[in-house]
């Protein structure tokens, strides 16, 4: 069986907490599996705003919603240029979505 690959994608405050909580849930239950977050929107505000240890290794935080909401990352939370094509390539290469 290959391994599991899971994209959790928070657009909002309340889907960065469910993805956050789905990918620790999701580990303990798999811990083979591949998992990451990826927050734009109201999603990276609220990633700055409550860093979580447990989870923000896995979270990638869209660039343009940083400049779009005039946003620094002083965490240095790994970005990726646009949140839509991270989704897209990731979902290419046969990653599971997942809109939390």
């Known amino acids: 069986m290959s391994t599991l690959k ?7 405050p309340g889907s960065l ?8 849930n999701f580990q ?4 083979d599996a591949e998992v990451l977050i990826v927050a ?7 990633a700055l705003e409550t860093p979580d240890a447990t989870t923000d290794p896995l ?3 869209c660039h343009n919603s940083l400049v779009a909401q005039g946003l620094e990352n ?7 240029e646009a949140a839509v094509v991270t989704l897209a390539e990731h979902q290419a290469a046969g990653w599971a ?4």
């Not at 899971?6 to 909002?12: G, I, K, S």
């Not at 303990?28 to 811990?31: E, G, H, M, Q």
């Not at 734009?40 to 609220?46: D, E, K, Q, S």
């Open 59 to 61: 979270l990638r935080l």
């Open 6 to 12: 899971v994209l959790l994608h928070a657009p909002t």
């Open 28 to 31: 303990a239950a798999r811990p």
């Open 17 to 24: 907490t469910r993805a956050r909580r789905n990918a620790v």
């Open 74 to 80: 002083p965490a240095g939370i790994e970005e990726v």
């Open 97 to 100: 979505y997942i809109r939390c």
């Open 40 to 46: 734009n929107g109201g999603g990276v505000a609220a």
